[in-house]
């Protein structure tokens, strides 16, 4: 019996060991978007961009492109970032930036909105 207890106590330590390891696959899963709102129009040019973070992933994915990703001019940003916010300065124009939650087994979709930043009335 002391035996079956033992190995019974080894199988059940090993499952709660793995756990800690197993990367949960993000291929359908996207993130909320927080802020700036879609199509916001701002003179302000340092612009606070927020997401929710996602349970499964360890990392995010922010890109910005002018204008948008179907017609892209120019890519002004693409990093990974572990934290759920970023504050960038961005040039007057009209932009499209996206998140994705990432893992080291899998990425998430891409989750889109519009801004466009206005020249300042100097």
Known sequence: MKRFLAVLFLISGSFVACSEFIEYPLEKKSVNLIAPMDSLSTQDEVVSFFWERHEDADKYRLQVA?????????????TVTTVDHLNLTVKPG???????????????LFTSRQLTILPSAK
Not at 66 to 78: E, G, H, L, R
Not at 94 to 108: D, F, I, K, L
């Open 66 to 78: 002018t204008p948008n990703f179907d017609a892209i001019q120019k890519i002004v940003i693409d």
């Open 94 to 108: 009209s932009y499209t930036w996206r998140v994705r939650p990432e893992n080291s087994g899998s990425v998430g």
